[in-house]
Structures are given as structure tokens and as C-alpha cells.
């Protein structure tokens, strides 16, 4: 069998605990065998981010912008825990973070539909995208107690000096304030980023904001949307032959339960943290969803959304078998490979990314899952597979 060539590489990033163990497993066994795989390889497995002072982080950030896709194995966030357990330096703050900082990029979370593995909601159909704006707001906020009687006031102190002052409230007695700030650029990009997704993905997308209530704040996110929306994707969307559809987030929260899906859902910070855990668990699981972080430049990164399943590693080490489910692991090397082959015209190579897409979904239909999927499925008497045997599972639907 002649192997799928690659004419450009991908950014690889390796990570940590039993997500290392599967990316290995994926590679070995449903990748290596059907092509030439070429790759930049970094590692961010904590080991390393802390002996290279986590440059590897950095360096791995930069060359996605290079290469403009990437593929990223869950890594541990290090919190005091940890610190103690690898003898870190110091507490290296989240790769996701650094790497999204540097990339400037907004996270679209889709769930993978399965037959056998039903959404709580039932008149969902077709997957629900989640975008989520990951600057400023609540994220970002000032906060004061108010021990007692008092004026809060809102101050913007120009570069020249001149002053503008905003009544916040005349206290009569304690309360709390807190004041939050965002940026017309983020905004602009997070706008871009998501109306973009649509247009490549061929999917309407929706915002909502509360700015009949919020008249300056909330009212300014919908006015760039709509700025950004008119300028560069109006024509486009038309001939594409979907959608930009503003409307209040309570409407907007009424009508996705309504609604069969299909669409990219943008939400404010606060608005998306919260409804991002909503529709991923109405859709089944986290180790269902696909996660691809979008820079308003055009790079690409692609990722499970979930951690690195620290308990399933432990009994790992002890030798035991663990039934992880690899699917979003190897969904966002799925996504990585036919964004690489689109970018390069590499249509061997994309449909490779399907096929493979593919006979993952199938192998699942077929009632062989890992325990996780096997716990909720609606397929009678499925078989439990460990993490190796269900990836072996795959290869031979591959074959
Ligand atoms: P987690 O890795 O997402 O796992 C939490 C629990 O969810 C697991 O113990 C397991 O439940 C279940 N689970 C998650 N993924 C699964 C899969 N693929 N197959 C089967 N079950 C799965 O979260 P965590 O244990 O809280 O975090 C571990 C580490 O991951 C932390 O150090 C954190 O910093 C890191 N993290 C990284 C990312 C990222 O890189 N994107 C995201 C989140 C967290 P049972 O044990 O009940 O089977
Ligand atoms: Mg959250």
C-alpha cells in the first residue's frame, strides 16, 4: 500500500499523563501505517516544559504560526499538587493560556454525534458549536467591599487629563461593587474569528448580549459584531447562503433548546464558560467533543477537551488496563490532518482525516466503546474495550 505523503508539517505538541499514553497509541496504531507523517515535534509534557523553563510552550506557540496548524495533547496546569509531585522550578502557568495568548485565538467546542449516544436534549440533531470570547469582562474585574455610607463613582482620566465621571451608586449603608473593562480589538477579533467559522464550516452563527439592559457595555459588543459582520462578511454569508443572527441571551438560551442545531452558538466570557459545561453535558461527555483553537490570522490549533485523565493514568502505572476513551484525542488529530490537507490542496490527506473520522463513529455503532460511552449508551449489551483494544478496534474498521 503506497503511504499518504504530507508536503507540509504539522506543529506537534505531546503531553502529559494517560493523554500521552493514547497519542502514542494513535500514532503507532492508526496513524504510522497509513502514511508519511510529518511533523514538528514539541514536547510539552511537564517534564520538559519545566527543564526548558517552559520555552517548549512558547516555541511550540510560535511555530503554529508558522505552520499554521497544530495538534495539542491535554497538559497538566500545574497547581501546588503538582509543583510537589515533578519538583517544579515554579508553578508554570496553563500551556492552553500561554499558547491562546499568543495566538490571540478563540476556542470552538463541537460535540461528536454517535448513534447510540443521545443528547439529553432530544430535538438536537446536528451539533451545537460553542465559541467563547476568553478576554476581559467578570474575567478581568476590579471589586470593593463598601463598608458603609458613600459614593462610588466610575473615572476615565484621559491622556490629556481631562476627566469623565460616572455615578455609580449612593450608598446608604455596605454593599459591593465591581467594575469590568473590554477591548475594541479583542472584540473585533473574537467577532471575526467566530463569523469566519461559520463561513468555513458553512454554518450560521448567533450572538447574544443583554444591551437592552446593558445600553453602553453589552450594546457595544452587539454594535462590532455588527460592524465587522457588514463590512467584510455580509456578501459572503449571502452567497454562502447562511446567516448572522443577533438576538437578547435569554431569547438566545430559549431557542437552543428549541432548535435542532447546526449553528456556531458566540458567547461573552461569562455567557460561554457557563453554557459551554450546559451543551457539552447535554451532548453526552467532554471525551465527545472536538476543540479547535481559531486565530483571527488564520492558525490552527486542534485539542481534546478534556485533561489528561490523572486517575486513569495512576492505574496505569500500577499496570493495571484503563478504558480512557481516546475519540476527542483522535478527533483533534483528525482535524489537524484535513485542515492540513485543505491548506495544501492535499485531498488524499483530508480524505484520509474522514475515513478515519469515520470508522471511529462506526466502531462505536457497533457497540464496541470504551466504559465511559458504555455507561450511557442506548446500544443493548455493548462491549467494553480498553483504551488499546477499542483503538485496535478502529484500525481494523480502518482496514
Ligand atoms: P480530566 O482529565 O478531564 O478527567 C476528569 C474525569 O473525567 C476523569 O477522572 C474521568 O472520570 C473523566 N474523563 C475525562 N476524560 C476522559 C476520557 N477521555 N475517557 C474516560 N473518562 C474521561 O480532568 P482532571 O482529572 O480534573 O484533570 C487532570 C489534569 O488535566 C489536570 O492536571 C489539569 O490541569 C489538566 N487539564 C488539561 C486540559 C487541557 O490540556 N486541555 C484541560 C482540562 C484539564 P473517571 O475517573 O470517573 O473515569
Ligand atoms: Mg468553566
Given at each position: 500500500m503506497n503511504k499518504i505523503k504530507m508536503s507540509t508539517p504539522l506543529v506537534e505538541m505531546d503531553g502529559d499523563e494517560m493523554t500521552r499514553i493514547l497519542w502514542q497509541m494513535i500514532k503507532d496504531e492508526l496513524l504510522l501505517p497509513y502514511m508519511d507523517l510529518k511533523t514538528e515535534y514539541y514536547d510539552l509534557g511537564l517534564e520538559h516544559r519545566n527543564a526548558t523553563d517552559d520555552q517548549v510552550t512558547i516555541d511550540a506557540a510560535e511555530a503554529t504560526k508558522k505552520y499554521q496548524v497544530a495538534v495539542k495533547c491535554a497538559t497538566i496546569t500545574p497547581n501546588a499538587?503538582?509543583?510537589?509531585?515533578?519538583?517544579?522550578?515554579?508553578?508554570?502557568?496553563?500551556?492552553n493560556g500561554t499558547i491562546r495568548a499568543l495566538l490571540d485565538g478563540t476556542v470552538f467546542r463541537t460535540p461528536i454525534l454517535v448513534k447510540g449516544i443521545e443528547p439529553a436534549v432530544k430535538n438536537w440533531k446536528k451539533p451545537i458549536t460553542l465559541a467563547r470570547h476568553a478576554y476581559g469582562d467578570v474575567y478581568k474585574n476590579t471589586e470593593m467591599q463598601i463598608p458603609g455610607p458613600g459614593k462610588v463613582e466610575l473615572v476615565y482620566t484621559a491622556a490629556d487629563g481631562s476627566q469623565k465621571k460616572e455615578l455609580v451608586h449612593q450608598f446608604d449603608g455596605p454593599g459591593v461593587v465591581q467594575g469590568m473593562h473590554n477591548l475594541d480589538s479583542s472584540i473585533e477579533s473574537f467577532a471575526r474569528s467566530c463569523l469566519d467559522f461559520g463561513l468555513s464550516t458553512g454554518q450560521d452563527v448567533w450572538f447574544a448580549t443583554k444591551d437592552t439592559i446593558s445600553k453602553q457595555y453589552d450594546h457595544h459588543f452587539k454594535d462590532i459584531f455588527q460592524k465587522v459582520y457588514e463590512e467584510e462578511f455580509c456578501e459572503k454569508f449571502e452567497k454562502a447562503n447562511i446567516e448572522y443572527f443577533y438576538t437578547l441571551i435569554d431569547d438566545a438560551v430559549a431557542r437552543v433548546m428549541k432548535a435542532e442545531g447546526g449553528f456556531i452558538w458566540a458567547c461573552k466570557n461569562y455567557d460561554g464558560d457557563v453554557m459551554s459545561d450546559m451543551v457539552s453535558s447535554a451532548y453526552g461527555s467532554l471525551a465527545m467533543m472536538t476543540s479547535v483553537l481559531v486565530s483571527p490570522q488564520g492558525y490552527y490549533e486542534y485539542e481534546a477537551a478534556h485533561g489528561t485523565v490523572q486517575r486513569h493514568y495512576y492505574r496505569h502505572l500500577k499496570g493495571e488496563e484503563t478504558s480512557t476513551n481516546p475519540v476527542a484525542t483522535i478527533f483533534a488529530w483528525t482535524g489537524a490532518l484535513a485542515k492540513r490537507g485543505e491548506l495544501d490542496q492535499n485531498e488524499e490527506l483530508s480524505a484520509f482525516a474522514r475515513k478515519l473520522e469515520k470508522a471511529?463513529?462506526?466502531?462505536?455503532?457497533?457497540?464496541?466503546?470504551?466504559?465511559?460511552?458504555?455507561?450511557?449508551t442506548t446500544i443493548p449489551n455493548p462491549t467494553i474495550l480498553n483504551s488499546r483494544a477499542f483503538i485496535q478496534a478502529i484500525a481494523a474498521n480502518m482496514q
Open positions: 499538587a503538582r509543583v510537589e509531585e515533578y519538583k517544579l522550578k515554579k508553578m508554570w502557568k496553563s500551556p471511529t463513529l462506526q466502531t462505536i455503532e457497533e457497540g464496541k466503546m470504551t466504559g465511559d460511552l458504555a455507561a450511557m
